[in-house]
């Protein structure tokens, strides 16, 4: 089944204590993409990656960091969370192929708590 | 970039019938459009999408229309029912400095009521 697995589904975690989210996608997608979901705020996009190796920011990156050492994996990595990073987090990864855009497809979201 | 906006925060209809959800977008070099549906406590799910070489597009109970002289697309459910209930976002593209990256409004919730 074509898939983005987003790892934990929830996660309270203390302030300054480095953690990690794990996406992977089975849809071999060049793109992919992490977004965080706040009330009244919508889908705001923190970090972006186009194929291995390469990644940007998004409109949210402060406080966040990603890597793409393989296709299939984008981790989300906060260094030293604080409250305000308390959010949904939602995995996408998408197709774009010849210079069209496919659509994305998104995991099941990880509801972070930062105490 | 892009920015994307729909007009309702809010949507309220009675079951059976048609619901319509339109959304704004500001850039003319944005070329494919998407609608997802997001339900409680899940992920946004693919609903239809379109390119901008099409005005019209349908699929099962849905359709969405695209207007690009006013840079404005709009999704409709026929026969709206109660399972249609979540948060709908439209998604636009930029052919310009992002390619690959989507960009998305705040979402219409949309509660359909018996």
């Known amino acids: 089944e074509a898939q983005v697995t987003q790892n934990p589904r929830y996660l309270i975690t203390v302030t300054g204590k480095k953690l990690t989210v794990t996406c992977s996608q089975n849809?071999?997608?060049?793109?992919m993409s992490w977004y965080r979901q706040d009330p009244g705020l919508g889908l705001r996009q923190i970090y972006y990656?186009?194929?291995?190796?390469?990644?940007d920011k998004g409109d949210v990156p402060e406080g966040y960091k990603v890597s793409r050492k393989e296709k299939r994996n984008f981790p989300l990595i906060l260094e030293s969370p604080s409250p305000n990073q308390t959010s949904l987090y939602f995995c996408?990864?998408?197709?774009?192929?010849?210079?069209?855009?496919?659509?994305?497809?998104f995991g099941s979201g990880t509801r972070l708590t930062v105490v | 970039g892009e920015s994307v906006g729909l007009h309702l925060p809010t949507l309220s209809v009675q079951e059976g019938d048609n619901s319509i959800i339109n959304c704004a977008y500001s850039?003319?070099?944005?070329?494919?459009f998407i609608w997802y549906k997001q339900e409680s406590g899940k992920g946004p799910q693919f609903i239809i999408d379109?390119?901008?070489?099409?005005d019209k597009r349908q699929g099962q109970r849905v359709t969405v229309l695209l207007n690009k002289t006013v840079k404005h697309l709009s999704l409709q459910i026929a026969a709206t029912q109660p399972g249609d209930s979540a948060v709908y976002f439209c998604?636009?593209?930029?052919?310009?400095?992002?390619?690959?990256?989507?960009?998305f409004g705040r979402g219409t919730q949309l509660t359909v009521w018996p």
């Open positions: 998604a636009a593209n930029d052919r310009g400095s992002t390619l690959g990256r989507l960009y």
């Open positions: 849809m071999n997608h060049e793109y």
């Open positions: 850039n003319s070099a944005s070329d494919y």
């Open positions: 379109i390119r901008s070489n099409m």
């Open positions: 996408a990864s998408g197709l774009f192929d010849r210079g069209k855009n496919y659509g994305y497809t």
């Open positions: 990656s186009m194929n291995v190796e390469v990644t």
